[in-house]
C-alpha cells in the first residue's frame, strides 16, 4: 500500500516538474499540445542528444525507470542493484512531430537485435524499452514494432514494449551531457 502512494506521489512531482515547474523554450506551463515519451536505448546520454535534434522534441530529461528501489541513483543503476533502465522522457509538440515519428527515430538510434545492452554498453541499465503512457501510445509503439519485425530489417526485434513506470530524474550533471560537451 505504501508503495502504492509513493508511486502516485512520484507520477504527480514528475508531471508538476514537466509540466508546470520547467519553462521549456519559452513556454511557462505545459501546452495543451505537449505530449511526453520515455524511450531507453543504452546509454542515456546519446538517446537524449539524438531527440534534441528534432523538430517538434520541446525538452528531453534522463532518468532511470523501470526498476524497483525508490530514488535510485546513478551508481545503484549502474551496479546493477535496482533494476532501472537509464531513459529518456521527452516532451514534443503533437502538432509537430507525432509519437510514430518519434518511434521512426528511436529505431535508428539503437540496436534492435540486443536486450543486454546497446552498443558498446552492456548491462541491464542499457536494455532497450519503450515505455507508454497510454493505450493510443502502446498500440502505436506495437505497430511500429511489428513493422520493423515485418521489414526483416534485422533478424529479430528484442525491444521491449512496457507500461510506464516511476520516472527519476537523473542527477544534473547527466541531464544534456552531450549537449553541453560538443
Given at each position: 500500500?505504501?508503495?502504492?502512494?509513493?508511486?502516485?506521489?512520484?507520477?504527480?512531482?514528475?508531471?508538476?516538474?514537466?509540466?508546470?515547474?520547467?519553462?521549456?523554450?519559452?513556454?511557462?506551463?505545459?501546452?495543451?499540445?505537449?505530449?511526453?515519451?520515455?524511450?531507453?536505448?543504452?546509454?542515456?546520454?546519446?538517446?537524449?542528444?539524438?531527440?534534441?535534434?528534432?523538430?517538434?522534441?520541446?525538452?528531453?530529461?534522463?532518468?532511470?525507470?523501470?526498476?524497483?528501489?525508490?530514488?535510485?541513483?546513478?551508481?545503484?543503476?549502474?551496479?546493477?542493484?535496482?533494476?532501472?533502465?537509464?531513459?529518456?522522457?521527452?516532451?514534443?509538440?503533437?502538432?509537430?512531430?507525432?509519437?510514430?515519428?518519434?518511434?521512426?527515430?528511436?529505431?535508428?538510434?539503437?540496436?534492435?537485435?540486443?536486450?543486454?545492452?546497446?552498443?558498446?554498453?552492456?548491462?541491464?541499465?542499457?536494455?532497450?524499452?519503450?515505455?507508454?503512457?497510454?493505450?493510443?501510445?502502446?498500440?502505436?509503439?506495437?505497430?511500429?514494432?511489428?513493422?520493423?519485425?515485418?521489414?526483416?530489417?534485422?533478424?529479430?526485434?528484442?525491444?521491449?514494449?512496457?507500461?510506464?513506470?516511476?520516472?527519476?530524474?537523473?542527477?544534473?550533471?547527466?541531464?544534456?551531457y552531450l549537449d553541453?560537451?560538443e
Amino acid at each position: 500500500m505504501l508503495k502504492k502512494k509513493i508511486h502516485w506521489v512520484w507520477k504527480i512531482l514528475n508531471f508538476a516538474f514537466f509540466c508546470c515547474l520547467v519553462p521549456v523554450h519559452g513556454q511557462e506551463a505545459m501546452d495543451k499540445n505537449f505530449e511526453i515519451a520515455t524511450f531507453a536505448g543504452g546509454c542515456f546520454w546519446l538517446v537524449q542528444h539524438n531527440f534534441n535534434q528534432i523538430d517538434g522534441v520541446v525538452s528531453t530529461k534522463v532518468g532511470y525507470t523501470g526498476g524497483d528501489k525508490l530514488d535510485p541513483c546513478y551508481e545503484e543503476v549502474c551496479c546493477q542493484k535496482t533494476g532501472h533502465f537509464e531513459a529518456v522522457q521527452v516532451v514534443y509538440h503533437s502538432q509537430k512531430i507525432s509519437y510514430e515519428e518519434l518511434l521512426e527515430a528511436y529505431w535508428k538510434m539503437i540496436d534492435p537485435t540486443r536486450d543486454d545492452g546497446q552498443f558498446e554498453d552492456s548491462g541491464p541499465q542499457y536494455r532497450p524499452a519503450i515505455f507508454y503512457h497510454n493505450l493510443d501510445q502502446k498500440e502505436t509503439a506495437e505497430r511500429s514494432k511489428q513493422a520493423l519485425i515485418q521489414s526483416k530489417q534485422f533478424p529479430q526485434v528484442l525491444v521491449q514494449i512496457l507500461p510506464e513506470a516511476i520516472f527519476y530524474v537523473a542527477e544534473d550533471y547527466h541531464q544534456n551531457y552531450l549537449d553541453r560537451c560538443e
